[in-house]
């Protein structure tokens, strides 16, 4: 049985593909499209997912859709309605996108795919809920769900037993955790659905000093884990902008227009809301568990790609261990309605498995002969290595402190590049953590890099406590035997200053506040990428490497040979590995659209 979940018109479409309950396919529409959180019917994605099945759509049994638009379009309008006649403006924009194809969506998958089969509704936060529980390694488990808003649940939590997931409660829009966040996304400059990890980067630049306002005038937060917000000071509903001049008044001023200075103020924001938010989630978890008595968790919603929450949780929280979607957000519901419907809606058997979803590498390979075409008809100077060869060579350049694309195997599914489409570079680098955000990825300075270990090795240079972390969704702290004694002056930099502050013996990767987003590494997981960290292991005593996504600023990772090779030129990267395939960007012909192309980007 063929079973295709689609996942659009919001933000970050996608598309699944099951057959028989294993995962065939999953991938992001703007791996494709090219833009950047492509909210689109996933037509591209859908192509991909039926071709790595080798089906036609006729041959699909079940397509199923990721929440339920005529309870979407109830919400919107019935808030229309209680704000009327604000939010006029916002209405009129919002009215032909709903009626076009939001609202019929049977209309439009018939009319897209030429699908004449049986469609199947999930609820948006039950998608978040299959994706955290069906694919995770628990038999039984407590699930959390937090995001912006699906139709009108922002925040629930529920229990995943056998092949059901059933929730329990939930908090109803306007109150959001997730669009709280994103207010202040929105206040300090960066753009909402995908700024705000960039909040959360900035955070430990800052200190909590609006901890208490926040609390006091914008958050009501109880001890069993729900919150109410005050929509006093916040446009959301049926405006335009995410806050309003009250808010702006709470906060000294109006909201930092985006690419200008970052001041101590904006540094100061994102550290309070983020100390908020990791004491709600907590809160949450807390309350969950004593209600439900499980030992385990699953988490989704786009709340759970904040890192820095997931790591206290697991170091703080009541449960013995947590199970994060690697996919988290919205793209992510594509593959939780496919797997809601196999499960719980046909009752198909499901057996507890750690690598159900093939450690989230699940979208377009390119092999060799492919690849070598590409590079063969552009006359693309390359070197063919072995595959035994191939993981000494490229740790002795990373040992170098050589930058090194890395398109290698089936792209990942999720926001994380995870060793299939990743920039590589040394953690021992005290340059490399500036040189890689503006001379490759040409993007804010104060942006931390993650570091890729080997899972037996990453208790030698992390306080992971025994956990693995592989798909880089838990901060945990550097050890303090890695640590550097700081000078006074070093100790009382502030905001930015803290950048220029050598901290530990992998300066390349430890944040400001001595910690790092972790992502360790199986040998069954990616085999090659496992045996390139071995090699730099082997070569320096260093079980670390950077591992930073394959793109620059503003473009989703790249997919294809082609793409991989264009951000290769565009950038000051040194090598590029594809395949078998080194590429040296010495013996390269010059790229002729390097330098405007940089100018658009550069920051300063």
């Given at each position: 049985?063929?079973?295709?979940?689609?996942?659009?018109?919001?933000?970050?479409?996608?598309?699944?593909?099951?057959?028989?309950?294993?995962?065939?396919?999953?991938?992001?529409?703007?791996?494709?499209?090219?833009?950047?959180?492509?909210?689109?019917?996933?037509?591209?994605?859908?192509?991909?997912?039926?071709?790595?099945?080798?089906?036609?759509?006729?041959?699909?049994?079940?397509?199923?859709?990721?929440?339920?638009?005529?309870?979407?379009?109830?919400?919107?309008?019935?808030?229309?309605?209680?704000?009327?006649?604000?939010?006029?403006?916002?209405?009129?924009?919002?009215?032909?996108?709903?009626?076009?194809?939001?609202?019929?969506?049977?209309?439009?998958?018939?009319?897209?795919?030429?699908?004449?089969?049986?469609?199947?509704?999930?609820?948006?936060?039950?998608?978040?809920?299959?994706?955290?529980?069906?694919?995770?390694?628990?038999?039984?488990?407590?699930?959390?769900?937090?995001?912006?808003?699906?139709?009108?649940?922002?925040t629930t939590y529920g229990v995943g037993q056998g092949n059901k997931v059933q929730i329990l409660k939930e908090i109803n829009f306007p109150h959001s955790l997730g669009l709280l966040y994103s207010a202040f996304t929105y206040f300090t400059g960066f753009k909402v659905n995908s700024g705000e990890y960039k909040l959360m980067g900035l955070a430990p630049y800052g200190e909590p000093k609006y901890v208490d306002i926040i609390k006091r005038e914008l958050i009501d937060i109880r001890d069993d884990g729900s919150f109410r917000l005050n929509m006093r000071y916040f446009d959301y509903c049926a405006g335009l902008r995410m806050t309003n001049r009250r808010f702006a008044s709470l906060f000294g001023g109006p909201e930092r227009k985006p690419e200008t200075k970052i001041s101590q103020r904006e540094m100061d924001l994102a550290r309070s809301i983020q100390v908020v938010t990791e004491e709600v989630i907590l809160n949450i978890a807390r309350h969950v568990h004593k209600e439900?008595?499980?030992?385990?968790?699953?988490?989704?919603?786009?709340?759970?790609?904040?890192?820095?929450?997931?790591?206290?949780?697991?170091?703080?929280?009541?449960?013995?261990?947590?199970?994060?979607?690697?996919?988290?957000?919205?793209?992510?519901?594509?593959?939780?309605?496919?797997?809601?419907?196999?499960?719980?809606?046909?009752?198909?058997?499901?057996?507890?498995?750690?690598?159900?979803?093939?450690?989230?590498?699940?979208?377009?390979?390119?092999?060799?002969?492919?690849?070598?075409?590409?590079?063969?008809?552009?006359?693309?100077?390359?070197?063919?290595?072995?595959?035994?060869?191939?993981?000494?060579?490229?740790?002795?350049?990373?040992?170098?402190?050589?930058?090194?694309?890395?398109?290698?195997?089936?792209?990942?599914?999720?926001?994380?590049?995870?060793?299939?489409?990743?920039?590589?570079?040394?953690?021992?680098?005290?340059?490399?953590?500036?040189?890689?955000?503006?001379?490759?990825?040409?993007?804010e300075s104060f942006r931390p890099f993650a570091p890729t270990a080997l899972?037996?090795?990453?208790?030698?240079?992390?306080?992971?406590?025994?956990?693995?972390?592989?798909?880089?969704?838990?901060?945990?702290?550097?050890?303090?035997e890695r640590l550097r004694t700081l000078g006074d002056d070093e100790k009382e930099a502030q905001g930015f200053d803290k950048l220029r502050v050598v901290r530990s013996d992998l300066p390349a990767i430890t944040h400001v506040d001595n910690s790092a987003r972790i992502q360790t590494v199986n040998k069954d997981d990616h085999p090659l990428y496992y045996e390139l960290l071995r090699a730099f292991h082997e070569k320096t005593g260093c079980p670390v490497i950077i591992n930073t996504s394959f793109n620059v600023r503003g473009e989703p990772i790249v997919c294809t040979p082609e793409e991989s090779y264009t951000c290769f030129m565009r950038t000051k990267m040194d090598y590029l590995c594809m395949g078998s395939f080194l590429l040296d960007k010495t013996e390269q012909e010059p790229w002729e659209e390097e330098d405007d192309w940089r100018e658009e980007f550069e920051l300063d």
């Amino acid at each position: 049985m063929n079973i295709l979940g689609i996942s659009s018109f919001y933000h970050d479409s996608a598309a699944a593909l099951l057959r028989d309950g294993d995962i065939v396919a999953a991938a992001q529409e703007e791996r494709f499209t090219r833009k950047k959180h492509d909210p689109r019917f996933p037509t591209k994605a859908i192509d991909y997912c039926l071709t790595a099945g080798g089906l036609d759509i006729n041959q699909v049994d079940y397509v199923a859709f990721y929440d339920k638009p005529l309870v979407k379009f109830e919400r919107l309008l019935l808030t229309y309605l209680a704000m009327s006649p604000h939010g006029y403006l916002s209405f009129l924009m919002q009215m032909p996108s709903w009626l076009k194809e939001k609202l019929f969506v049977r209309n439009t998958i018939r009319k897209e795919l030429g699908y004449e089969g049986e469609m199947l509704f999930s609820t948006h936060h039950l998608s978040h809920a299959s994706a955290a529980f069906f694919p995770s390694p628990f038999e039984e488990a407590a699930v959390i769900t937090v995001d912006g808003v699906g139709e009108w649940a922002t925040t629930t939590y529920g229990v995943g037993q056998g092949n059901k997931v059933q929730i329990l409660k939930e908090i109803n829009f306007p109150h959001s955790l997730g669009l709280l966040y994103s207010a202040f996304t929105y206040f300090t400059g960066f753009k909402v659905n995908s700024g705000e990890y960039k909040l959360m980067g900035l955070a430990p630049y800052g200190e909590p000093k609006y901890v208490d306002i926040i609390k006091r005038e914008l958050i009501d937060i109880r001890d069993d884990g729900s919150f109410r917000l005050n929509m006093r000071y916040f446009d959301y509903c049926a405006g335009l902008r995410m806050t309003n001049r009250r808010f702006a008044s709470l906060f000294g001023g109006p909201e930092r227009k985006p690419e200008t200075k970052i001041s101590q103020r904006e540094m100061d924001l994102a550290r309070s809301i983020q100390v908020v938010t990791e004491e709600v989630i907590l809160n949450i978890a807390r309350h969950v568990h004593k209600e439900t008595g499980m030992k385990t968790l699953a988490l989704a919603g786009g709340v759970a790609l904040n890192c820095v929450a997931n790591g206290r949780l697991l170091r703080e929280g009541p449960f013995e261990n947590i199970w994060i979607q690697p996919c988290a957000g919205d793209g992510g519901n594509a593959l939780g309605a496919a797997l809601f419907a196999w499960h719980h809606l046909l009752d198909k058997p499901r057996v507890a498995d750690p690598h159900r979803q093939k450690a989230t590498y699940l979208g377009p390979a390119f092999p060799d002969a492919e690849i070598q075409a590409f590079l063969d008809s552009r006359k693309i100077p390359y070197r063919k290595l072995s595959r035994e060869e191939l993981p000494g060579v490229v740790a002795d350049l990373i040992s170098s402190e050589k930058v090194v694309g890395w398109h290698q195997g089936r792209m990942e599914f999720g926001p994380r590049a995870l060793g299939a489409r990743s920039i590589l570079g040394d953690p021992r680098s005290r340059e490399m953590q500036s040189v890689l955000n503006l001379k490759i990825k040409f993007r804010e300075s104060f942006r931390p890099f993650a570091p890729t270990a080997l899972a037996e090795h990453a208790d030698t240079c992390f306080d992971l406590r025994g956990n693995e972390s592989p798909y880089m969704l838990l901060v945990a702290d550097v050890l303090p035997e890695r640590l550097r004694t700081l000078g006074d002056d070093e100790k009382e930099a502030q905001g930015f200053d803290k950048l220029r502050v050598v901290r530990s013996d992998l300066p390349a990767i430890t944040h400001v506040d001595n910690s790092a987003r972790i992502q360790t590494v199986n040998k069954d997981d990616h085999p090659l990428y496992y045996e390139l960290l071995r090699a730099f292991h082997e070569k320096t005593g260093c079980p670390v490497i950077i591992n930073t996504s394959f793109n620059v600023r503003g473009e989703p990772i790249v997919c294809t040979p082609e793409e991989s090779y264009t951000c290769f030129m565009r950038t000051k990267m040194d090598y590029l590995c594809m395949g078998s395939f080194l590429l040296d960007k010495t013996e390269q012909e010059p790229w002729e659209e390097e330098d405007d192309w940089r100018e658009e980007f550069e920051l300063d």
